[in-house]
């Protein structure tokens, strides 16, 4: 069974960074299509940053140019490390693996001063 679990959230002020990790078990995530999801409250879930099977990154404007997306294979993990955070980027985060339609349970992000 494949399972999908995010740690790494928590609470930064504005400029803040923080690097969330998402561990895969059941299945490797070598080669296959990553994705990272935020939704606010009150909000939908929006997709912010992809890794395709071979590595090609894409991100919503809102994030491009602070987010950045990686594969760990060591770890068997996809990671999103956040720079120059934004009280607009508060949102529970979730990962999700294209392949199998599975998602993590979500971390709690907060960016408040």
């Known amino acids: 069974q494949v399972q999908l679990v995010e740690s790494g959230g928590g609470s930064v002020q504005p400029g803040g960074s923080l690097r969330l990790s998402c561990v895969v078990s059941g299945r490797s995530v070598t080669a296959t299509t990553l994705r990272w999801y935020r939704q606010a409250p009150g909000k939908q879930r929006d997709l912010i940053a992809t890794i395709t099977a071979n590595d090609v990154t894409t991100y919503t404007d809102s994030v491009k140019g602070r987010f950045t997306i990686s594969r760990d294979n060591a770890k068997n993990a996809v990671d999103l490390q956040m720079n120059s955070l934004k009280p607009e980027d508060t949102a529970i985060y979730y990962c999700?693996?294209?392949?199998?339609?599975?998602w993590g349970q979500g971390t709690q992000v907060t960016v408040s001063s």
């Open positions: 999700y693996m294209v392949r199998v339609d599975k």
